[in-house]
């Protein structure tokens, strides 16, 4: 995908996201715990967070800040367009801190704000009972590949203690979405994302590209897709993606 789909998509999910704040006291039924006060609090923080990164060139070492006493809303409309304008300025390629070591840019801030405000856009929705806008294919599928491979895989492989006995055994999942698949493998104590073929997964799991990414980001449930095969390989699939993404 090229930043512009990138930025007009997280125009477009931002906006949304302020059109779902009808009570900021509902709970969000996606995120456990938290009002819709604090989702759209959560949102703007990590929106400022990485401003701040991007104008530092580290990460904030104290967050989040003191509060400014700023109701939710206006706290994400400025820390928004604080984000626009540090993007504007600022080429994909220009370095920056993430904590993906394989892209320490500008432009993997620029494509995961956009994952991030679809995600909590559709937790506004679903926590206002508004049908959920349709997320852009190319976006979804973008989105698909950026949980297996950024979130899963590279947390397996980076950060194996946070899965402990999860990373046990062997499994592989068939993603399937849009005409694009994505074999997803645990064995030898991390999981790999690559192709592969219905005949190399014990289970697969395919529907529209929309449903896949919210199915794997747990904002919908299995009725939502096509399961096919071993349920017990897709549950432990599910349980990893709750650790990764947690």
Known sequence: ????????????????????????????????????????????????????????????????????GEKSLTLLDRAYAELIGEFAVRPDDEPCPTWYEPDQSVGFWVRRMAQETVIHRVDAQLAAGLPLSAIPAELAADGIAEVLEVFLAYATRHWPEDFGDQLRGEAAVLVSAGGARW?????????????????????????????????????????AVRVEGDTSAVARLRALLATATQ
Request: glycine fraction near 8%.
């Open 183 to 223: 074999l997803v493998r645990l064995a030898g104590g991390a999981v790999t994302v690559g192709p592969g073929t219905a005949g190399q997964a014990a289970a697969q799991v395919s529907g529209t590209s929309h449903d896949i990414l919210l199915w794997l980001w747990r904002r919908i449930d299995d009725t």
């Open 1 to 68: 995908m090229t930043r512009d789909v990138f930025l007009r998509s997280l125009e477009s999910d931002h906006r949304d996201l302020r059109d779902a704040v009808l009570d900021p006291a509902a709970p969000v039924p996606t995120c456990p715990g938290w009002t819709v006060d604090d989702l759209v609090s959560h949102v703007a923080h990590v929106y400022l967070h990485k401003v701040q990164t991007m104008r530092r060139g580290a990460f904030p070492e104290a967050w989040p800040p003191e509060p400014t």
